[in-house]
């Protein structure tokens, strides 16, 4: 089922998880083991990302170079595949626009079509290791915005939805996109940043989910904010609890982002003790939870990022 439909069915708000595919080497019984403790809470969805392939320069026997792709992950398609073939639940991979061509974004869309994966999330990726600014690939799309006009005129779909007797149109695939409540590192201002989020909407994407926070005023400002810019489709709040003292670091670096000073000052007290520093970023996760499904969110999105214990704990005190 497209999430659209499963956010107009839903008479209550739900969880939705998001993982990152295995290393290679990594079976398929050891990646679906590693995510049952989830399925006791019957996630309606579980999104995994996508990683941009690297290269790496080789020297040869005669002194020349030579470039070699070096691809450590398993394929979002492929573990949405195996997802499915096990759980009850819809897998969602994300789409990125870095280091790839829209012809071979087309031949995934093909791929997924195929498996019966009718939602993605769209989104543009980050730049190369060493480059300062993101760089598209020849050939390839600049902006999320442009990828998801290519979901939505990509012909495939009606190919085979003609070639099953379905109605064809141009909606085969429900697109979620990014959004930032603390803004897009690139961009100049929140004003900016949120009018090029509804280049995403305006182009046909669905839904919204967030990148993390830890203070949920900066969620609610985002919401009156996107509404006031007249953007209207489910803005998904998404959610990470912090499990090392070190993410105070690691987080606002990587993610350009804001962690309260009682936070930040609570974890660092209690830095020496692992345990202790994981209950505490746990129950702040759980306290944001409390409060956003008492405002009324259409759902909550947890980046679990390799855990799911905390995950699992925050899960049954909250839903
Ligand atoms: P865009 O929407 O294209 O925006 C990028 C920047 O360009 C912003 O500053 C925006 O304001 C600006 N911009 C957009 N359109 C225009 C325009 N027309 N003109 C001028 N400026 C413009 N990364 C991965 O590599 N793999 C993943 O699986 C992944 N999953 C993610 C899931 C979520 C929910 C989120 C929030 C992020 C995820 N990311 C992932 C990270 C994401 O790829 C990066 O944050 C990336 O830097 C921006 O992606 P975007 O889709 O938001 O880009």
Redesign the pocket.
Known sequence: MKVSEILAQSTKAFPSLEIVPPQRGLTKDELLESIAPFMEFSPKYINV????DEYEYREEADGSFTRHLVRNRISETTVCAAIMSRYDVEAIP?I?C?GITKDEIESKLDNLAFLGINNI?A????SMAGEKR?TPTPGGYR???ELVEGIRSYQGSSLYRRSRGLDTDDRFFCIG????PEK?F??ANIE??IA?LK??VDAGADYI???MFFDNKVYYDFVDKCRAAGIEVPIIP?LKPLSTARQICVLPESFSLDIPVELTDAISKASKDKDEVYRIGTEWCTSQCKDLLRHGVPAIHFYTMGRTDNITRILKECF
């Open positions: 990302t996508s990683h941009r994300h990125i870095a999330v989104l543009r990726g980050d993101f902006y999320a915005s996109v990014g959004g930032y897009h690139e961009a900016t940043d090029n280049k995403k989910i967030t990148q998404g």
